[in-house]
């Protein structure tokens, strides 16, 4: 007997009480969710991860952190619920004859993307193995053979012997000295890693000079061109670039080859440490591939997505095909789209340098020691408007949306925005506009108490003078690039400014890298808690930290040269200096008497046009009606001519009859 919708509300409350927070004995969720985002770094196969999850669990408690991270936990577990009662009433209605219409365009979507698979590029993924850890080793030998880790209240790498015990980046110091007792802490060097990876670069520049940097230790690279330059196959390449990086930088990397970057990202982290992965590119061999790979194995899907997805069944990536028409009414059009790229193993093929990726927004945020005093709340707001106009001055961008973050002392993050009646980038006006929303949070949110604060601005508009064209007008100039394919352009899909097909993935990896990012606030936090660890200078640390290990940063240092390089161009090849003339805009040589000659000019055509403008209704007016041009359509034989006798051309007498005889 089919179950009415009352039924199944009632289903879905009970789903929701069950919600309730588990007993500290049954935290197994939670225990998961403290082992972090770097769960799924090389050199933790052998680690009984059960084991470390227990010491993180029993380290953690009791602190505001694992307070935080158990009502996330909870709250996560409450929305499981949800999307389970939701997919049991999909499963119902599936079960009465409907969701045919989901199952025909999920089917339909599979088959367009099936059209845009390209099989004819060779694409690579290179990370340097535990490189912070190996720039150490080469100025200090004796760390060889011994465990040790770089960065101390939160870690940033170790080696691998210091892996085996289930150390791992993002994890609080005191929590790794448990796991591993004795484990040697080393000071981070920014300066010198930096170093390191502008040696490497020059190694890739070789293989693909248009080589894009994901962060300081990894890299993806489009080598079809030198392999057909050089009549070698895609693995004696990377074969090849591996030794030379090893011979002239003395560090080992590790890669993957494979038909698009999202494949070669995963296929590089299969044979780590100092090892190569090679994905045949035919169809047959991606889709064998991705049927039993782990869906956290996959770049954009953390814990909380792998955990929705474990749920409604979905474990790897071939148990993506099965639920195809349930995942767009539990997760979005989005997560659909993006879901069914990775069962189908199809990703991006355009490499390109990092700084010439499209900006989406610019921000600086802070963090601190709990802070509620509201002058000094004003003073730290006014910091942060004074670095975001140096952020968006080096950037050349301003920006029509202006957001405010937050994160309480007991971390819970709230955001504000505010549309500015015109685009800003000075400190005074960013300054301003935050104030207005911080000043409204203040009235919301009594006895404020802050952590975090940031400001971040959207839909940017470029302050970038571009080169002149042929007319001489000024216009942006995107910097060289690969000729995109033609079946990528004729794809179904959405295109980028320079034809390349959008993939759904990178509003889900910036999400990876974002929960990434708050994760390590919250364990440097941890770490200051604990009374064995320094807390002296604190903040700055874990501000350097986020600030270098990611990719955001990393693009930021290459945008830093490359604005250093273009202005040393400028310098020894400076443009010729020019005056816009007032009436067309279209600049003009710096001579006073050729530029006058123009405005003249300009003037004369200016009058010319009003004359010409002025006199045009006088000549519509007095000139004759015109007839309509004569039809090219066959007339059918027998109809009398438009105008003579007969009912059809009354008709069409009395259409014109209706009309002046003057327009």
């Not at 040697?184 to 890739?204: C, M, Q």
């Not at 494979?258 to 994905?279: D, E, R, V």
């Not at 042929?470 to 394919?485: A, K």
């Amino acid at each position: 007997m089919p179950r009415h919708n009352e039924d199944l509300a009632g289903e879905a409350q009970a789903a929701v009480n069950q919600a309730a927070p588990p007993a500290a004995s049954q935290h197994h969720t939670l225990k998961y969710h403290l082992l972090g985002p770097s769960l799924t770094k090389s050199g933790q196969d052998g680690v009984d991860q059960k084991k470390v999850s227990e010491i993180i669990y029993n380290a953690s408690k009791g602190s505001r952190y694992f307070n935080n991270e158990e009502n996330k936990d909870r709250n996560l577990t409450v929305k499981i619920n949800r999307i389970l009662a939701k997919k049991r009433e999909l499963e119902r209605v599936e079960a009465q004859g409907g969701l045919k219409n989901d199952l025909r365009k999920a089917d339909e979507y599979i088959a367009e993307l099936e059209l845009s698979r390209e099989l004819d590029q060779v694409l690579v993924h290179m990370d340097c193995d535990a490189f912070y850890a190996a720039v150490e080793e080469l100025d200090h030998p004796e760390l060889r053979d011994v465990p040790f880790a770089v960065g101390k209240g939160v870690l940033t790498t170790c080696n691998y012997h210091a892996r085996k015990f289930g150390c791992r980046s993002g994890m609080a110091g005191f929590v790794a000295d448990k796991l591993c007792p004795g484990l040697i802490h080393i000071p981070l060097n920014f300066d010198k890693y930096t170093a390191k990876a502008k040696e490497v670069r020059a190694v890739l520049e070789r293989y693909d000079p248009r080589f894009e940097s994901a962060s300081l230790d990894e890299a993806y690279l489009n080598v079809t061109a030198y392999c057909e330059e050089h009549d070698m196959s895609g693995e004696d390449v990377v074969s090849q670039m591996r030794a030379e990086v090893f011979e002239e930088c003395e560090i080992t990397i590790s890669a993957g080859i494979a038909a698009n970057a999202k494949l070669a990202k995963i296929c590089s982290n299969i044979n780590k440490p100092n090892g190569q992965f090679f994905l045949p590119s035919d169809r047959a061999s991606i889709l064998a591939f991705m049927r039993d790979l782990p869906t956290r194995k996959v770049n954009g899907i953390g814990r909380v997505f792998e955990r929705e997805l474990d749920a409604i069944g979905v474990k790897t990536c071939g148990d993506i095909y099965a639920q195809r028409q349930y995942l767009r009414g539990l997760f979005g059009e989005k997560a659909f789209e993006f879901l069914m790229s990775i069962h189908l193993g199809l990703g991006r093929t355009n490499v390109q340098p990092a700084e010439e990726h499209e900006r989406k927004s610019v921000g600086t945020e802070s963090t601190f020691h709990d802070m509620e005093d509201p002058t000094e709340l004003r003073e730290k707001l006014r910091w942060i408007a004074d670095e975001l106009e140096k952020d968006l001055e080096r950037t050349q961008f301003k920006g029509r949306t202006l957001v405010l973050k937050i994160k309480l002392h007991s971390y819970e993050v709230f955001t504000r925005q505010f549309q500015p009646p015109k685009a800003v980038h000075k400190a005074d006006d960013l300054y301003n506009f935050g104030l207005q929303m911080f000043e409204k949070i203040e009235k919301e949110i009594p006895g404020l108490k802050l952590r975090l604060m940031g400001l971040r601005c959207t839909h940017l508009v470029s302050m970038k003078k571009g080169e002149r064209d042929f007319f001489g007008r000024s216009r942006q100039t995107s910097r060289g690039s690969r000729e995109p394919s033609l079946d990528r352009k004729a794809s179904s899909g959405e295109l980028d400014s320079e034809g390349w097909q959008k993939w759904p993935d990178e509003e889900f990896e910036a999400a990876a890298r974002l929960e990434q990012q708050d994760e390590m606030e919250e364990l440097e936090r941890l770490s200051q808690q604990d009374p064995h660890m320094p807390s002296e200078d604190s903040e700055r640390k874990a501000f350097e930290v986020r600030k270098h290990d990611n990719g955001f940063a990393w693009r930021l240092l290459l945008e830093e040269e490359r604005a250093k390089e273009e202005a040393e161009n400028r310098a020894r090849n400076p443009l010729p200096e020019q005056w816009n003339c007032p009436i067309c805009s279209v600049p003009q040589n710096a001579d006073e008497r050729a530029f006058n000659a123009h405005i003249d000019a300009c003037l004369s055509r200016q009058t010319i046009k009003e004359i010409v403008h002025t006199v045009e209704p006088v000549a519509q007016v007095a000139s004759p009606v015109m007839l309509p041009p004569p039809s090219t359509a066959r007339r059918k034989r027998g109809r009398p001519p438009s105008g003579g006798g007969g009912e059809g051309g009354g008709e069409v007498g009395e259409k014109r009859a209706r009309k002046a005889f003057f327009a």
